[in-house]
């Protein structure tokens, strides 16, 4: 792919995001791109920066470590979008401005450890897996409202949002109560737990991310649709 093959497609993604956005109300700008670059290769990181992307997500610890010694260069913000290890945490702080994937009490007490001993603030998302799904991380919906108030109620953290990844459906509308089931679970938990900070959404991949701006996210985790197809799984 020339460097053209990046820069086009994240220009036609902001096109489809902004429509999107403007079919239901919201403004364009309240929705971020992500760049999920598990897989790609470094030059199309540098791509799609140099054509304006920001918000970068990686997968897995090593991966995001081997990038950042090549890419701290750019004006970046790194999201950890996969699973999170306890004892990866102490990494994960050093290389991530935000982590997506909070799930469960001990990671939870774990990184508010850490960050209180470095004298930080941690923005979190809480990953939920609102399909039950067996595969998949997240805390139950069910269990949500408790470790939403641990995160809330221990020193260095601070909820931004939740994160979704739908159980996977080819027709992108069949994924849309998942999307909704997740705004109504923000809109609960900001005024139950009276937690202004609480605004984030990230829903919605390569295939589904139209309908999930549709239902409110802020942030769209796309990979393929912008990079190409993954040219090797996990690794770079
Ligand atoms: C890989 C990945 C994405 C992007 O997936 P695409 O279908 O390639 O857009 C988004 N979110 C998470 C958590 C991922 O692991």
Redesign the pocket.
């Known amino acids: 792919m020339t460097s053209e093959g990046v820069a086009e497609r994240l220009r036609r993604l902001q096109e489809r995001v902004a429509e999107a956005a403007l079919r239901v109300g919201r403004k364009p700008e309240e929705v971020r791109i992500l760049g ?1 670059s ?1 897989g790609q290769p470094l030059e199309k990181i540098r791509e799609a920066v140099a054509a304006g992307l920001s918000l970068i ?1 990686e ?1 897995y610890v090593q991966e995001a470590e081997r990038k950042k010694e090549a890419l701290g260069d750019l004006p970046l913000s790194w999201h950890l ?2 699973h999170l290890q306890k004892n990866k945490a102490k990494k994960a702080l050093a290389l991530f401005d935000l982590i997506q994937t909070v799930d469960r009490p001990e990671l939870v007490r774990k990184l508010s450890t850490l960050t209180e001993k470095m004298g930080r603030t941690l923005p979190v998302f809480i990953q939920v897996n609102l399909g039950y799904e067996k595969t998949k991380a997240g805390v139950l919906p069910e269990d949500l409202f408790e470790l939403a108030r641990l995160v809330r109620d221990l020193p260095g953290l601070e909820l931004r949002g939740l994160m979704t ?1 739908p159980p996977y459906k080819e027709d992108p509308e069949a994924v849309r109560p998942y999307f909704r089931r997740l705004r109504e679970l923000r809109d609960d938990l900001r005024e139950r737990l009276d937690l202004e900070s609480l605004t984030e959404l990230s829903m919605g ?3 589904d991310f139209e309908v999930a701006v549709e239902e409110g996210a802020t942030i769209v ?5 912008l990079f190409g197809p993954r040219p090797s799984k996990g690794g770079v």
């Open positions: 999920a598990k997500g997968n979008i996969g990844i991949m390569s295939h985790r796309l990979g393929t649709a």
